[in-house]
T-cell receptor, first 114, second 109 residues
Framework: KAGVTQTPRYLIKTRGQQVTLSCSPI?????VSWYQQTPGQGLQFLFE???????NKGNFPGRFSGRQFSNSRSEMNVSTLELGDSALYLC?????????????FGEGSRLTVL | QKEVEQDPGPLSVPEGAIVSLNCTYS??????FMWYRQYSRKGPELLMY????GNKEDGRFTAQVDKSSKYISLFIRDSQPSDSATYLC?????????FGTGTSLTVIP
């Protein structure tokens, strides 16, 4: 069974640009969540989608947005990039929902903003 | 106050040592806790989970929850160089997971 796939793995952008990251969950998993990981803050929750509906959103500005498609694939977008957006963005999927189920993570998309 | 707080480390131990990794949590109603392990350049993977209080053992790993002090611990016996990774404690609630900042562990051969 294929794991969670994230693309691209690495990318470099400049301030003010926008970026779109993609996540393909494990087949059959309907819940997809996104986390930002930085050395100082650790993993911080961005948002969670289940059956194309955003069920929860973390404390991030509106420049961070996401969506989920009918095949459970998900994208997140960051507009007007800032230097502080440099981070590893992790996508995770689960079959049982976020309250009790195990999260299966992808390897992440490492974003560098110059 | 963050929901889950973790000793930042880094921690460096010789091979064969017993390792203790610790977290504290803020809400006494929390009952479900997880430990994730993250190797360099990889995403986190579930190592162990515990429910309520007490100990749970899996091979060389033991997870412990002390509800009276709101303390979560992970013990690694006979540590191996392959245990070198970042360990994250986590708690799920309201359709999201709350993670500690992670403790980086290096086991020296």
């Amino acid at each position: 069974k294929a794991g969670v796939t994230q693309t691209p793995r690495y990318l470099i952008k400049t301030r003010g640009q926008q970026v779109t990251l993609s996540c393909s969950p494990i087949s059959g998993h309907r819940s997809v969540s996104w986390y930002q990981q930085t050395p100082g803050q650790g993993l911080q929750f961005l948002f969670e989608y289940f059956s194309e509906t955003q069920r929860n959103k973390g404390n991030f500005p509106g420049r961070f947005s996401g969506r989920q498609f009918s095949n459970s694939r998900s994208e997140m977008n960051v507009s007007t990039l800032e230097l502080g957006d440099s981070a590893l963005y992790l996508c995770a999927s689960t079959s049982r929902g976020q309250n009790t189920g195990e999260l299966f993570f992808g390897e992440g998309s490492r974003l560098t903003v110059l | 106050q963050k929901e889950v707080e973790q000793d930042p480390g880094p921690l460096s131990v010789p091979e064969g040592a017993i390792v203790s990794l610790n977290c504290t949590y803020s809400n006494s109603a929390f009952q479900y806790f997880m430990w994730y392990r993250q190797y360099s350049r990889k995403g986190p993977e579930l190592l162990m989970y515990t429910y309520s209080s007490g100990n749970k053992e899996d091979g060389r790993f033991t997870a412990q929850v002390d509800k009276s002090s709101k303390y979560i611990s992970l013990f690694i016996r006979d540590s191996q160089p392959s245990d070198s990774a970042t360990y994250l404690c986590a708690h799920p609630r309201s359709n999201q997971f709350y993670f500690g900042t992670g403790t980086s562990l290096t086991v020296i051969p």
